[in-house]
């Protein structure tokens, strides 16, 4: 049976993830004073879209207003002008014809284009083949965004797997159903042990290894 391979893109794709928490760590402390280490961020609000950084903050209590996540943006957009690689070995995987892919992440459509761009993969990537957190409801931990993609591509839930680097996307792919893979190369020091109370089984630092874990059960 046909697997669909779905690809988070921070943290798995490149190494960005810290860039854009690294980016809300400053503005709580700009806007309101709040001095969050990295590590407490990354735990809290890593791999979640900006709505659902929101919610998170708004229950401990933390209100920041629109021009707090348009200035975020911002910046992000000024920390990517630095650019960032595409993570080693991964496009051994995007250039292969017999594995059907597509990227599901929780960036909007906008900044993911612009990702997207800075590592040069939209030759394996058509944007009908990205979906963003902008275009669903509820992002991650909710499994809204991998399902949509896989209803978009016919694919049954059962037969997609997921790449994912962080609590909030591997939960949401066990709550879609689907196969959940987790690659921690660059996460594994935030995100290690509770990934592994989630039961996950497959989780790789070496996208040699996601690679042959695909190809063997394609």
């Known amino acids: 049976m046909q697997k669909l391979v779905i690809w988070d893109f ?3 794709i490149a ?16 806007y309101l004073g709040i001095d969050f280490t990295f590590e407490k961020a990354m735990s809290l609000i890593g791999g979640m879209s900006d709505k659902d950084k929101d919610i998170v903050l708004k229950k401990l209590g933390i209100n920041v207003n629109n021009n707090f ?14 650019g960032f690689a595409l993570t080693e070995y991964i496009e051994n ?18 900044k993911t284009k612009n990702k997207m761009k800075i590592v040069n ?13 902008d275009m669903v409801i509820k992002g991650k931990p909710e ?13 049954k839930p059962e037969d997609c797997i997921v790449i994912e680097d962080s ?33 996950i089984k497959n989780i790789f630092e070496d996208m040699r290894d996601v690679e042959n874990f695909i190809l063997n059960i394609i």
């Open 93 to 110: 995987i995007f250039s292969n014809k017999k594995i059907k892919q597509y990227i599901a992440t929780g960036g909007i459509l906008e």
């Open 167 to 199: 609590v909030a996307g591997l939960t949401a792919a066990q709550r879609a159903g689907m196969i959940p893979v987790a690659f921690v190369k660059y996460s594994k020091k935030y995100f290690l042990e509770d990934i592994k109370k989630l039961g």
């Open 121 to 133: 993969i939209e030759k394996y990537f058509p944007y009908e083949s990205v979906f963003t957190s």
């Open 15 to 30: 190494d960005t993830e810290k860039l854009w928490v690294q980016s809300r760590v400053e503005l709580l402390k700009e």
């Open 143 to 155: 499994p809204d965004i991998f399902l949509l993609a896989a209803k978009k591509m016919g694919f």
């Open 69 to 82: 996540w348009k200035d975020a943006l911002l910046r992000d957009k000024d920390k990517a002008k630095n």
């Open 10 to 12: 921070d943290g798995v």
